[in-house]
Protein backbone atom coordinates (compact mmCIF):
# COMPACT_ATOMS: atom_id res chain seq x y z
CA UNK A 1 0.00 0.00 0.00
CA UNK A 2 1.67 3.21 -0.70
CA UNK A 3 1.35 6.41 1.40
CA UNK A 4 -0.60 9.40 0.61
CA UNK A 5 1.87 10.91 -0.77
CA UNK A 6 2.61 8.60 -3.44
CA UNK A 7 -1.13 8.58 -4.30
CA UNK A 8 -1.03 12.47 -4.67
CA UNK A 9 2.09 13.03 -6.47
CA UNK A 10 0.39 10.30 -9.16
CA UNK A 11 -2.45 12.39 -9.01
CA UNK A 12 -0.63 16.09 -9.12
CA UNK A 13 2.29 15.25 -11.12
CA UNK A 14 2.13 15.82 -14.71
CA UNK A 15 4.52 15.90 -17.23
CA UNK A 16 5.19 19.32 -18.51
CA UNK A 17 2.50 20.21 -21.12
CA UNK A 18 0.85 22.86 -22.89
CA UNK A 19 -2.06 21.92 -20.46
CA UNK A 20 0.13 21.52 -17.52
CA UNK A 21 1.59 24.59 -17.85
CA UNK A 22 -1.63 26.49 -18.34
CA UNK A 23 -3.10 24.47 -15.51
CA UNK A 24 -0.69 25.51 -13.38
CA UNK A 25 -0.59 29.24 -13.72
CA UNK A 26 -4.24 29.26 -13.54
CA UNK A 27 -3.93 27.38 -10.43
CA UNK A 28 -1.72 29.52 -8.43
CA UNK A 29 -3.52 32.95 -9.66
CA UNK A 30 -6.32 34.52 -7.64
CA UNK A 31 -8.25 34.80 -8.90
CA UNK A 32 -8.11 31.72 -10.81
CA UNK A 33 -8.38 34.00 -14.42
CA UNK A 34 -6.04 35.50 -16.93
CA UNK A 35 -6.33 37.05 -20.15
CA UNK A 36 -5.18 34.85 -23.51
CA UNK A 37 -1.81 36.94 -24.04
CA UNK A 38 -0.59 36.40 -20.70
CA UNK A 39 -1.20 32.62 -21.19
CA UNK A 40 0.76 32.42 -24.90
CA UNK A 41 3.69 34.29 -22.71
CA UNK A 42 4.14 31.81 -20.33
CA UNK A 43 3.71 28.79 -22.76
CA UNK A 44 6.46 30.31 -24.94
CA UNK A 45 8.66 30.43 -21.54
CA UNK A 46 8.44 26.59 -21.89
CA UNK A 47 9.16 26.71 -26.13
CA UNK A 48 5.30 26.12 -26.61
CA UNK A 49 4.12 28.04 -29.97
CA UNK A 50 1.41 30.38 -29.45
CA UNK A 51 -0.75 28.13 -31.72
CA UNK A 52 -0.07 25.33 -29.56
CA UNK A 53 -1.32 27.12 -26.38
CA UNK A 54 -4.16 28.22 -28.04
CA UNK A 55 -4.74 24.58 -28.96
CA UNK A 56 -4.84 23.78 -25.40
CA UNK A 57 -6.90 26.51 -24.11
CA UNK A 58 -9.50 25.24 -26.82
CA UNK A 59 -9.41 21.70 -25.92
CA UNK A 60 -9.49 22.57 -21.90
CA UNK A 61 -12.65 25.01 -22.77
CA UNK A 62 -14.36 22.38 -24.88
CA UNK A 63 -13.49 19.58 -21.80
CA UNK A 64 -15.31 21.82 -18.94
CA UNK A 65 -11.74 22.60 -17.08
CA UNK A 66 -11.65 26.19 -18.39
CA UNK A 67 -14.74 28.85 -19.80
CA UNK A 68 -13.63 31.68 -21.69
CA UNK A 69 -15.50 35.47 -21.49
CA UNK A 70 -15.97 37.82 -24.17
CA UNK A 71 -12.95 39.56 -23.64
CA UNK A 72 -10.83 36.51 -24.13
CA UNK A 73 -9.62 35.82 -20.26
CA UNK A 74 -9.99 32.12 -19.53
CA UNK A 75 -10.53 30.92 -16.00
CA UNK A 76 -10.51 27.77 -13.71
CA UNK A 77 -13.90 25.71 -13.67
CA UNK A 78 -15.08 22.22 -13.07
CA UNK A 79 -11.85 19.50 -11.17
CA UNK A 80 -9.57 22.50 -11.77
CA UNK A 81 -11.58 24.94 -9.53
CA UNK A 82 -12.60 22.39 -7.06
CA UNK A 83 -8.18 21.42 -6.87
CA UNK A 84 -7.41 25.20 -6.37
CA UNK A 85 -9.96 25.60 -3.31
CA UNK A 86 -8.29 22.14 -2.14
CA UNK A 87 -4.84 24.26 -2.93
CA UNK A 88 -5.76 27.15 -1.06
CA UNK A 89 -6.77 25.13 2.33
CA UNK A 90 -3.73 23.40 2.24
CA UNK A 91 -1.52 26.45 1.50
CA UNK A 92 -3.23 28.16 4.60
CA UNK A 93 -3.48 25.33 6.67
CA UNK A 94 -6.25 25.96 8.61
CA UNK A 95 -7.42 23.61 10.97
CA UNK A 96 -9.79 23.34 13.78
CA UNK A 97 -8.94 22.54 18.23
CA UNK A 98 -7.92 19.12 18.16
CA UNK A 99 -9.36 17.17 21.47
CA UNK A 100 -8.01 14.02 20.71
CA UNK A 101 -10.51 12.04 19.02
CA UNK A 102 -10.25 10.76 15.42
CA UNK A 103 -12.70 10.72 12.96
CA UNK A 104 -12.94 7.19 11.24
CA UNK A 105 -14.57 6.08 8.08
CA UNK A 106 -15.69 2.62 7.59
CA UNK A 107 -17.13 1.94 3.89
CA UNK A 108 -20.06 -0.01 3.90
CA UNK A 109 -19.89 -3.42 2.31
CA UNK A 110 -20.97 -4.80 -1.32
CA UNK A 111 -20.25 -4.78 -4.56
CA UNK A 112 -18.62 -1.83 -6.42
CA UNK A 113 -17.57 -1.15 -9.31
CA UNK A 114 -13.97 -0.26 -9.89
CA UNK A 115 -14.59 3.16 -11.49
CA UNK A 116 -16.83 3.95 -8.41
CA UNK A 117 -14.10 2.07 -5.62
CA UNK A 118 -11.42 4.50 -7.51
CA UNK A 119 -13.94 7.79 -6.91
CA UNK A 120 -14.19 7.06 -3.49
CA UNK A 121 -10.75 6.23 -2.66
CA UNK A 122 -10.24 9.86 -3.84
CA UNK A 123 -12.52 11.49 -2.73
CA UNK A 124 -11.11 10.29 1.03
CA UNK A 125 -7.80 11.40 0.22
CA UNK A 126 -8.64 14.51 -0.60
CA UNK A 127 -10.31 14.71 2.51
CA UNK A 128 -6.71 13.67 4.18
CA UNK A 129 -8.11 10.44 5.81
CA UNK A 130 -5.71 8.03 5.21
CA UNK A 131 -6.28 3.91 4.97
CA UNK A 132 -5.48 2.08 7.93
CA UNK A 133 -6.16 -1.10 6.24
CA UNK A 134 -8.88 -2.24 3.57
CA UNK A 135 -12.06 -0.58 4.04
CA UNK A 136 -10.91 1.82 7.20
CA UNK A 137 -9.83 5.11 6.93
CA UNK A 138 -9.07 7.54 9.83
CA UNK A 139 -7.61 10.68 10.51
CA UNK A 140 -7.22 12.82 13.59
CA UNK A 141 -10.95 15.20 13.90
CA UNK A 142 -8.98 18.36 13.46
CA UNK A 143 -10.33 19.24 10.45
CA UNK A 144 -13.79 19.28 8.82
CA UNK A 145 -14.84 17.27 5.77
CA UNK A 146 -17.88 19.27 5.43
CA UNK A 147 -15.74 22.07 3.90
CA UNK A 148 -15.33 19.97 0.58
CA UNK A 149 -18.69 19.24 0.15
CA UNK A 150 -18.52 17.02 -3.39
CA UNK A 151 -15.96 14.75 -1.83
CA UNK A 152 -17.87 15.00 1.55
CA UNK A 153 -21.10 13.64 -0.11
CA UNK A 154 -19.33 10.82 -2.26
CA UNK A 155 -17.51 9.64 0.92
CA UNK A 156 -20.72 10.03 3.51
CA UNK A 157 -23.11 8.29 0.96
CA UNK A 158 -20.76 5.07 1.00
CA UNK A 159 -19.19 5.15 4.54
CA UNK A 160 -20.39 4.90 8.55
CA UNK A 161 -18.28 7.28 10.84
CA UNK A 162 -16.93 7.08 13.54
CA UNK A 163 -15.30 9.82 16.46
CA UNK A 164 -13.20 8.02 18.82
CA UNK A 165 -9.89 7.57 21.07
CA UNK A 166 -7.72 4.95 20.17
CA UNK A 167 -5.59 3.41 22.57
CA UNK A 168 -1.64 2.75 21.68
CA UNK A 169 1.06 0.94 23.40
CA UNK A 170 4.81 1.39 24.35
CA UNK A 171 5.62 -0.53 21.47
CA UNK A 172 3.96 1.65 18.71
CA UNK A 173 2.68 4.98 20.08
CA UNK A 174 0.37 7.36 18.67
CA UNK A 175 3.23 9.52 17.06
CA UNK A 176 4.76 6.44 15.43
CA UNK A 177 1.33 5.11 14.23
CA UNK A 178 0.77 8.50 12.62
CA UNK A 179 4.21 8.67 10.97
CA UNK A 180 3.94 5.79 9.43
CA UNK A 181 0.08 5.97 8.19
CA UNK A 182 0.99 9.41 6.17
CA UNK A 183 4.27 9.04 5.29
CA UNK A 184 5.54 12.04 7.26
CA UNK A 185 9.43 11.83 6.83
CA UNK A 186 9.13 11.40 3.17
CA UNK A 187 6.90 14.66 2.90
CA UNK A 188 9.72 16.35 5.47
CA UNK A 189 12.42 15.49 3.16
CA UNK A 190 10.86 16.93 -0.04
CA UNK A 191 9.53 20.10 2.05
CA UNK A 192 13.45 20.68 3.06
CA UNK A 193 14.72 19.87 -0.48
CA UNK A 194 12.24 22.66 -1.95
CA UNK A 195 12.76 24.89 0.74
CA UNK A 196 16.94 24.09 -0.29
CA UNK A 197 15.36 24.75 -3.99
CA UNK A 198 13.35 28.42 -3.52
CA UNK A 199 16.80 30.13 -1.46
CA UNK A 200 19.04 29.07 -3.99
CA UNK A 201 16.63 30.48 -6.77
CA UNK A 202 15.38 33.49 -4.80
CA UNK A 203 18.97 35.27 -5.10
CA UNK A 204 19.18 35.30 -9.27
CA UNK A 205 15.24 36.17 -9.17
CA UNK A 206 15.66 39.22 -7.22
CA UNK A 207 18.17 40.52 -9.62
CA UNK A 208 15.46 39.93 -12.38
CA UNK A 209 17.41 37.24 -13.57
CA UNK A 210 14.59 36.23 -16.27
CA UNK A 211 16.00 32.70 -17.12
CA UNK A 212 15.02 31.42 -13.72
CA UNK A 213 11.20 32.04 -14.50
CA UNK A 214 11.01 28.98 -16.32
CA UNK A 215 13.02 26.98 -13.56
CA UNK A 216 10.96 28.94 -10.85
CA UNK A 217 7.30 28.13 -12.54
CA UNK A 218 8.20 24.36 -12.00
CA UNK A 219 9.55 24.59 -8.31
CA UNK A 220 6.52 26.93 -7.66
CA UNK A 221 4.06 24.02 -8.81
CA UNK A 222 6.18 21.71 -6.87
CA UNK A 223 5.69 23.56 -3.58
CA UNK A 224 1.73 23.67 -4.26
CA UNK A 225 1.47 20.25 -4.85
CA UNK A 226 3.64 19.15 -1.83
CA UNK A 227 0.88 21.69 0.19
CA UNK A 228 -1.79 19.70 -1.12
CA UNK A 229 0.12 16.54 0.49
CA UNK A 230 0.51 17.58 3.62
CA UNK A 231 -2.02 15.93 6.08
CA UNK A 232 -2.82 18.69 8.06
CA UNK A 233 -2.47 17.16 11.34
CA UNK A 234 -2.35 18.30 14.95
CA UNK A 235 0.68 19.72 16.09
CA UNK A 236 0.62 17.44 19.02
CA UNK A 237 1.43 14.63 16.38
CA UNK A 238 3.45 16.37 14.40
CA UNK A 239 7.91 15.56 14.23
CA UNK A 240 9.57 18.03 16.55
CA UNK A 241 11.12 19.96 13.48
CA UNK A 242 8.11 19.46 10.89
CA UNK A 243 8.42 21.77 8.24
CA UNK A 244 5.64 22.72 7.28
CA UNK A 245 5.05 26.46 8.52
CA UNK A 246 8.09 27.27 7.52
CA UNK A 247 7.87 25.83 4.60
CA UNK A 248 4.49 27.91 3.69
CA UNK A 249 6.66 31.08 5.45
CA UNK A 250 9.33 30.19 2.82
CA UNK A 251 6.92 29.73 -0.28
CA UNK A 252 5.01 33.54 0.63
CA UNK A 253 8.03 35.35 0.02
CA UNK A 254 9.73 33.18 -2.88
CA UNK A 255 6.07 33.93 -4.51
CA UNK A 256 6.27 37.32 -4.15
CA UNK A 257 9.49 37.94 -5.41
CA UNK A 258 8.63 35.37 -8.05
CA UNK A 259 5.62 37.10 -9.13
CA UNK A 260 7.17 40.50 -9.33
CA UNK A 261 9.67 39.29 -12.05
CA UNK A 262 7.30 37.04 -13.77
CA UNK A 263 5.07 40.19 -14.42
CA UNK A 264 7.61 42.65 -15.47
CA UNK A 265 8.78 39.96 -18.30
CA UNK A 266 5.49 39.59 -19.44
CA UNK A 267 4.66 43.61 -19.43
CA UNK A 268 8.33 43.55 -21.52
CA UNK A 269 6.97 41.96 -24.86
Keep these: MGSVLDRERAENDPA ?12 GSTPPKLPVAVLVRVGEMFGFSEGSVRTALSRMTASGELSRDTQGWYALQ ?18 TQWSGRWRIA ?10 ARAALRTALIRLRFAEQR ?7 DN ?11 LADAQCRWFLAEPE ?4 QTELDFVAGLW ?4 WESKATQLRKKMHALTAPLKQGDTSALAPGFVLSAAVLRHFIADPLLPRELLPRHWPGSALRSDYDRYDQIYRSVLDDWVRAR
Aim: aromatic share 8%; charged share 20%.
Design 143 to 153: LDPRSQTEQWL
Design 183 to 186: GLSE
Design 106 to 115: IVDPGARSAP
Design 78 to 95: GDLLTRQFRQGQSRSAVT
Design 16 to 27: LTPRSVLASMLL
Design 134 to 140: EGVWMRP
Design 168 to 171: FSFE
